[in-house]
């Protein structure tokens, strides 16, 4: 998908176009039998690159890339691949993390921009120097003006941040002391082969069910 050019760059026409682009390839994905680790690795090796290719050319605001992750999440919950109550976190991190993997488009257009911009202002090539130096917020780059860069959360960050939640956070902290088995208790994420509705429930029904599962044999023991 090719960026159309007409004296400028029409950036609302081609952003509209992109998240057609984008949506059609994830709902033609989510209507598939792929199991959980392979729909993730086709909606990151298919769908996202449709938006990547635009990263540093279409000016994409914070806003924008928010409602495309948020389209995402919507289309996973409509294809029933999504629990309403899942973590949000969980959803980006990677397997061998304990998560799904799903790329975050808004994390992957900050780190895009920010390389390219030091890339190009490292840059010793006269003529790169002087367009760059002319770049008064022409392209998203911005390379003639002082930007102060959003940071994008580590995994360390967002882990934390998913185990500080009361019930979400339960999963991830079972897995922290050093008696426990990451890599073969983490095996199932990993290998992918589960089917994305199984993987999609997560871990907030699975509490609940065995919760209740304990009472209940608790009581017949009684």
């Given amino acids: 998908m090719g960026v159309c050019q007409d004296g400028r760059i029409n950036h609302t026409q ?11 390839r994830v709902t033609k994905l ?3 039998l792929l199991s959980g680790g392979n729909l993730i690795k086709a909606i990151n090796s298919w769908a996202v690159p449709v938006l990547t ?11 924008d890339l928010d409602e495309l992750d948020r389209l995402t999440r919507r289309l996973l919950t409509k294809f029933r691949h999504l629990h309403t109550n899942s973590s949000v976190i969980r959803l980006y991190l990677p ?4 998560g799904r993997g799903l790329l975050n488009i808004k994390n992957q257009c900050l780190n895009q921009e920010a390389s390219l911009r030091r890339k190009l202002l490292t840059n010793r090539d006269p003529l790169i120097t002087a367009v760059a130096r002319e770049d008064a917020g022409y392209t ?8 102060i860069p959003i940071e994008v959360p580590t995994e360390e960050e967002l882990r934390t941040q998913w185990m500080e939640h009361a019930l979400q956070g339960r999963f991830p902290k079972l897995l922290q002391p050093d008696h426990i088995d990451k890599e073969n208790s983490l095996k199932w994420l990993t290998d992918g082969y589960l089917l ?7 871990e907030i029904s699975s509490h609940h069910c065995l919760q209740q599962e304990w009472v209940n044999v608790s009581q017949r023991l009684r």
């Fill in 14 to 24: 081609l952003k509209k176009e992109f998240q057609e682009k984008y949506k059609t």
């Fill in 30 to 32: 989510l209507n598939t």
């Fill in 53 to 63: 290719y635009s990263f540093g050319i279409v000016k994409w605001s914070v806003t």
């Fill in 95 to 98: 397997r061998r993390r304990g």
């Fill in 140 to 147: 998203p780059l911005s390379l003639g003006c002082e930007l």
């Fill in 196 to 202: 994305i509705s199984a993987g999609g429930g997560d």
